[in-house]
T-cell receptor, first 113, second 112 residues
Framework: ETGVTQTPRHLVMGMTNKKSLKCEQH?????MYWYKQSAKKPLELMFV???????ENNSVPSRFSPECPNSSHLFLHLHTLQPEDSALYLC????????????FGSGTRLTVV | GENVEQHPSTLSVQEGDSAVIKCTYS??????FPWYKQELGKRPQLIID?????GEKKDQRIAVTLNKTAKHFSLHITETQPEDSAVYFC???????????FGGGTRLMVKP
């Protein structure tokens, strides 16, 4: 394990469903990120949290709603998704306030039917 | 904002040959440049990084070079092996903060 754990690993949901993705890190990091990975855009930044505060929302549709209750946990709440939202959703963490490498989780493979 | 361009998008080499992947960035304030390797079905993993106060860094068969004046940096893999086959991403820090901008990725195929 890398220290960044994502659940579930796979998720199939209908367009009217509501589901949540979870990310947890125990690396002592205080910045967490959501990325979308698809064939069209290999690593597309969605949201950034530094010290539990959202500092970046990269023009993400409101059907994606992030939540960061503490520096170790990050959620992505999903509702009324579209088939084009099918992708691999990667969580990452790093130290905040300084350039540093990210540690990625293994991702959640999402399929919207 | 920062823009990172990566070339080539695909690269095929024979086992034992060298592979070079190049990236350019736009923000002169960027000072941290990591490289990630993503094997099929796995997460991206940091393999090497370089900061703006050095021009080159090596770790066994991989090396990274940085030219701050030209705003480009490169990944060099020598004596390639089939297990080097993966997608490689370069990235550059945005200003001096913790956010990274990633390149579009290079799919490297090493033929035995």
């Amino acid at each position: 394990e890398t220290g960044v754990t994502q659940t579930p690993r796979h998720l199939v949901m209908g367009m009217t469903n509501k589901k949540s993705l979870k990310c947890e890190q125990h690396l002592g990091h205080n910045a967490m990120y959501w990325y979308k990975q698809s064939a069209k855009k290999p690593l597309e930044l969605m949201f950034v949290y530094n010290f539990k505060e959202q500092t970046e929302n990269n023009s993400v549709p409101s059907r994606f709603s992030p939540e960061c209750p503490n520096s170790s946990h990050l959620f992505l709440h999903l509702h009324t998704l579209q088939p084009e939202d099918s992708a691999l959703y990667l969580c990452a963490s790093s130290h905040a306030g300084q350039p540093a490498g990210y540690t990625f989780g293994s991702g959640t493979r999402l399929t919207v039917v | 904002g920062e823009n990172v361009e990566q070339h080539p998008s695909t690269l095929s080499v024979q086992e034992g040959d060298s592979a070079v992947i190049k990236c350019t960035y736009s923000d002169s304030a960027s000072n941290y440049f990591p490289w990630y390797k993503q094997e099929l079905g796995k997460r991206p993993q940091l393999i090497i990084d370089i900061r703006s106060n050095v021009g080159e860094k090596k770790d066994q068969r991989i090396a990274v070079t940085l030219n701050k004046t030209a705003k480009h940096f490169s990944l060099h893999i020598t004596e390639t092996q089939p297990e080097d086959s993966a997608v490689y991403f370069c990235a550059a820090s945005i200003n001096a903060g913790n956010m990274l901008t990633f390149g579009g990725g290079t799919r490297l195929m090493v033929k035995p």
